[in-house]
DNA sequence: CAGTGGTCTAGACCACGCG
DNA sequence: GCGTGGTCTAGACCACTGG
């Protein structure tokens, strides 16, 4: 077996690495294929004659990059591929708030998967200085934070905090925590707001130990980070909103007319 | 000093874990700011009582989140914020290819940074099986591809590999390592060719050794990885692009019509 | 040179999973 | 119960940095 090669003692570089790279390699060919079990740590040690300490750093360098994912008492597995989630740069289009979809809602289900919601908090707060900065409110004003969690088929994938100025929620569902159908932007439209258009802002780095928590990440996997702005005809910003995604599950999808 | 706290041995969060968190959380509060160095291993193994392997695995937790860098000899130090370079959705427009400029430069000079390219390399190839698939060739035509790295002040900043059916290539300079001002889009669009839009997948990991290497980065600092397909009037796709970016250097922007 | 992190050894005890 | 990975100890030698 490739992954069960031998070790370059004259080489320069360090055995755990020798070791990393020929498992890596073994996984990329598909010698180990996805979902298989590694050779366990007492193999990998009696194999090329090293102490568990220097097995275990090599594993350490595969679950740094994500390739594999330990299972505790049953042993260390290549990550299965998740099926990913593709969110058109089309999902805030109009004709959906109109059928009544969220853009969370109509992308699950146009995978054909089952979006739910949970850990909903509502609160008055202020934001932080850069959201209130594009919401134009004062550094002391309070804003409505709708804070929540999006799962598909029950797995937490998605993280968003909303922020929308009072004035703007004041007279419309948006404070409950059920906003109806089309979410927060269909009701924002019904108290008579027009969006001009989004901005989004996307980004990547390793997740936070409480992100790793509430979107059960796995180790070795970024967020993709995405800020989006809201802009209403007359150019305000009607609403911030904060997305932290699993990397391992978004493909994010633009269209850029050539303009 | 907040780095050096207590450890709760009754807890059952592991010790590694502990001496992770105090340290996460005094960088966080800024209590060790960026740039400095973080207590030594033998300073901390000394106040906790713990062995250096437990320290250094507390140590290789903040590594893999990014937030500090070890260098040889000299200590661990607080990652400093990198300059954040932003690319926005507009960096197609054809004014800038009409003023000679590629995107990549565009970009780089509105940020007054010195944009270089190297380690291009323009062969004849097979394009991978889900390019071929996007371009429309079948699946053992060559098409040309350029490869190459961008670089910024010198430093590294993104990987580039394109791909371009031969025909489209034919009777253009696009084979030739100097492709021009305003880049292979101005080229094609002197060759008669007409971009209707482009389109843009975007997603992000942990990246390959390869990468690592080539675009220098530091452990515990994902990739951003783009693929563009540029659209003719006739929805042909002229051309594939798979970009990777180091993820702490990138903001994507993109601007969506509320259509 | 002393101090730093990088690599590696050879053990130990524990918690988990599965039969 | 046995094999798995998770945590931890107490050393060792090396390579790099800086005064």
Redesign the pocket.
């Known amino acids: 077996m490739a992954a069960l090669g031998v070790l370059d003692m004259a080489s320069d570089r360090?055995?755990?690495?020798q070791i990393a790279d020929q498992l890596r390699a073994s996984i990329s060919s598909g010698s180990i294929a996805a979902g298989e079990r590694?050779p366990?740590?007492?193999?990998l040690m009696r194999h090329h004659?090293?102490?568990?300490?220097?097995v275990?750093?090599a594993?350490g360098v595969l679950k740094a990059e994500g390739l594999v994912v330990?299972?505790?008492?049953?042993?260390?597995f290549v990550r299965p591929r998740p099926v990913m989630r593709r969110l058109g740069s089309d999902r805030f289009a109009r004709r959906h708030r109109r059928r009544g979809r969220a853009a969370f809602e109509a992308d699950a289900k146009a995978a054909g998967q089952r979006p739910t919601v949970d850990q909903l908090h509502i609160t008055r707060q202020r934001p932080p200085v850069d959201v209130a900065k594009v919401l134009g409110v004062g550094p002391d004003e309070e804003v409505l934070v709708r804070d929540r969690r999006y799962l598909l088929d029950g797995h937490p994938v998605e993280l968003a905090v909303s922020y929308v100025p009072l004035d703007v929620a004041e007279g419309t569902p948006i404070r409950d925590p059920d906003s109806g159908p089309g979410g927060i932007y269909a009701r924002m439209e019904d108290a008579g707001f027009t969006f001009r258009r989004f901005h989004e802002d996307v980004t990547a780095r390793m997740p936070s130990p409480e992100e790793t928590r509430r979107l059960d990440l796995p180790p070795g996997v970024p967020v993709l980070t995405l800020r989006r702005s809201a802009v209403e005809a007359g150019n305000r910003v009607l609403e911030v909103c904060d997305t932290v995604m699993a990397a391992h599950s978004f493909v994010l999808s633009y269209d850029l007319p050539a303009k």
Not at 14 to 17: A, E, H, L
Not at 40 to 43: F, G, L, N, R, T
Not at 49 to 54: I, S
């Open positions: 360090p055995v755990f690495q590694l366990s740590e007492a193999v004659g090293v102490a568990r300490m220097t275990r750093q594993l330990a299972e505790h008492g049953r042993g260390v």
